[in-house]
């Protein structure tokens, strides 16, 4: 039985041969750390393993190999285990340690020499090699002694998408991101005629991979080679055809898949026919970004209360259910027991009264879209409710109010009010109150007065209140402001309108005639966010309040840091909202190719909100590109979501510094994944 002084006694054993074993050690010509692995000036050190630890952190960390942990310790597998000493002794300086993203052919260029003498050196069997192994490089070239100059510039950001051709994960190379340009009317390859890509698994031979190589002609384009195998893009000789090939490769034993070199295109970008000319409110409300994620859905219903609509309508017609007409009707009481005018909400007003608000509004939110025929709405897929409650000489509270029950019944998810006035009435307020309690987003314009007071319905607290920006993002002079104001959205300025469907009643006819047009307003606005509202609905977010919170916290800040009352919270940003996160600014850094790597060379610096950047610590050397990145899923990878942007130019500027450069960012829509290696 042990007693508490032999405990004592034990524990007083164990620290003395501790010392003992230090002095030792110290008397050898060493020095070690007890615990936790602190490096000394001498050489050697005693670690602790502590949870989470492998041989390959250890390796990495002090800069030493696997192999030679293990010989050190006299360990026969890399299994550890938690509170094990191991001797750990000094980095060897004739060593490399090999680290992620390695291979032969990188470290061949890196060091200057060849894979043939890196595998003789090391007795290698193959060209496959492991992080955290430890190689022998006789190195030919060294790192020039590094220099720093400075660069400062500007960054753009167009929402425009920028598309890629499908390319495998690699480091950086800048000529794989290029703008394509598709024409909708040309059919297009679904995948690369003569590639393909193949995956080896992890034990497969060198001289296995150069045997079928040879045997069937291919080319080797790219290689990428990991721990879980290899990666190879082949090009096929012209007798081969390809899906024969593929067919051999994947009853083969030792490839994981095979698969063509697939092509993707640009994949939200409609090919109506004014979208490119006109339609700029889109990409300042970054809704090409926003259409990968979410182009609507026609279970979701929009009601517009507005002049009406012109129900025949080709760009327009696909997305209308049946509505009503409430002006110039008997007034009904209780309200909730609205009396209809009639059930055809026609818009009569004539051109010389300046054609139909209603249709206009309707198309922002959801023409119908991709068919080759004038416009894009904002929701590829929805159900537009048009309810008639004004003439354009305007309409009364009661109306406005039968309209907003009639939405109610008609099961309307959304209601667009594109109408105002100063006064406030209680009646409307009710009506509205009792919509948002049943679910119902209400969104309605700012008024368009260039006043300091927010016209009603907008300015209700459970109204999402809509100012107007121009095409430059600046506030349209005529957009009222107030502490009411949530977001502000493209509404169009003098000289640069919002184009959407639009027609007139021709009285002399007797018929409605279909069109197209620009306006400008809060009322073209507001369609805007009722737009993305729907965007969030069909993507299941169904609550008023969170549909609300997720416009205004993600939006775009404009004018004076935070909220204020021109702008509220700031531009409405389609894609941050469908995303749930407010989108960063730009990070911008230098790097240079080197082989196939990427490598970052200054420091990384986030821009100024109105895109300026300074890099103060650029390596002076030759060959560097300027790189702009969001990198918006923050996995370290260029890819699909992110928007990036390159110098147009290679640039020398060993002697010199360069203070006036612009970058142009786009939104990639391709399945495109670089690595930035830092």
Request: no cysteine.
């Amino acid at each position: 039985m042990k007693t508490k002084g032999g405990n004592y006694l034990h524990k007083k054993t164990k620290k003395g041969l501790l010392i003992l074993f230090i002095i030792l050690i110290f008397f050898t010509g060493h020095t070690y750390a007890i615990k936790g692995g602190i490096e000394t000036a001498f050489k050697d050190i005693i670690y602790e393993v502590k949870a989470g630890d492998s041989l390959y952190k250890l390796a990495l960390k002090f800069n030493t190999s696997i192999e030679k942990i293990k010989l050190d310790n006299n360990l026969s597998s890399d299994m550890i285990y938690v509170n094990q000493t191991l001797i750990i002794k000094g980095p060897s300086d004739s060593l490399y340690i090999v680290k992620a993203g390695d291979s032969l052919y990188k470290l061949a260029l890196r060091f200057g020499t060849s894979i043939q003498e890196i595998k003789d050196i090391n007795n290698l069997k193959s060209d496959m090699i492991y992080i955290g192994q430890g190689l022998k490089i006789n190195k030919k070239t060294e790192e020039p002694s590094i220099n720093y100059t400075s660069i400062s510039g500007k960054v753009r950001i167009s929402n425009k998408t920028k598309s890629n051709s499908s390319i495998q994960k690699q480091t950086i190379d800048t000529e794989m991101v290029s703008s394509l340009s598709i024409n909708d009317f040309e059919e297009v390859d679904n995948y690369k005629k003569n590639e393909f890509i193949v995956k080896y698994k992890p034990m497969i031979s060198s001289q296995a991979v150069e045997k079928i190589e040879k045997e069937k002609q291919l080319t080797t384009i790219k290689v990428l080679e990991n721990n879980n195998g290899k990666i190879i893009n082949y090009k096929i000789s012209e007798d081969e055809d390809l899906e024969t090939l593929l067919d051999y490769y994947k009853n083969l034993d030792y490839v994981e898949w095979a698969e063509p070199n697939y092509m993707y295109y640009p994949t939200a970008i409609p090919s109506d026919t004014y979208y490119n000319y006109h339609q700029w409110d889109y990409i300042n409300m970054n809704l090409e970004a926003a259409w990968d994620l979410e182009k609507g859905d026609e279970s979701v219903k929009v009601a517009i209360l507005d002049t009406g609509i012109i129900s025949s309508h080709p760009d327009l017609r696909n997305n209308l259910l049946n509505g009503a007409d409430f002006v110039g009707g008997d007034n009904q009481y209780p309200v909730e027991r609205y009396n209809m005018t009639d059930s055809d909400p026609e818009d009569e007003t004539t051109l010389i009264k300046g054609g139909s608000h209603g249709t206009h509004v309707a198309g922002i939110i959801g023409a119908v879209t991709n068919n080759y025929r004038g416009i894009a709405g904002i929701n590829w897929n929805v159900q537009i409710l048009p309810v008639r409650v004004l003439k354009k000489t305007g309409g009364t509270s009661w109306d406005v109010v039968e309209g907003i029950y009639y939405a109610l019944d008609q099961g309307a998810d959304i209601i667009n009010m594109s109408l105002g006035s100063p006064h406030m009435s209680y009646f409307q307020a009710e009506a509205i109150s009792e919509a948002v309690k049943k679910g119902v987003t209400i969104i309605a314009a700012a008024g368009n007065e260039g006043a300091s007071s927010v016209y009603y319905p907008a300015a209700y607290p459970d109204v999402i209140a809509v100012a107007s920006t121009g095409k430059n993002n600046t506030r349209a002079s005529y957009s009222n402001y107030g502490p009411e104001i949530d977001v502000s959205a493209p509404g169009g300025n003098y000289g640069e309108s919002i184009y959407s469907t639009w027609g007139y009643y021709d009285d002399i006819n007797k018929s409605s005639v279909s069109s197209y047009g620009g306006m400008i307003g809060t009322s073209m606005a507001t369609p805007h966010v009722t737009g993305l509202a729907a965007l969030l609905m069909a993507n299941g977010i169904k609550d008023p309040e969170e549909i609300k919170s997720r416009i205004i916290n993600t939006a775009i800040d404009l004018g004076l840091p935070g909220r204020d009352d021109y702008y509220g919270h700031g531009l409405i940003d389609a894609y941050g909202a469908l995303l749930g996160k407010k989108i960063k600014m730009p990070q911008v850094f230098a790097a240079i190719k080197k082989g196939a790597d990427f490598k970052v060379i200054s420091d990384i610096v986030t821009t100024r909100e109105d895109g300026i950047f300074v890099l103060n610590k650029v390596e002076k050397r030759n060959n560097i590109l300027i790189i702009a990145w969001r990198d918006l899923n923050e996995n370290g990878l260029i890819d699909k979501g992110d928007y990036f942007g390159k110098s147009e130019e290679i640039f020398n500027i060993a002697e010199y510094s360069i203070n006036t450069l612009e970058l142009l960012m786009n939104y990639l829509s391709s399945s495109l994944a670089i690595e930035v290696v830092k």
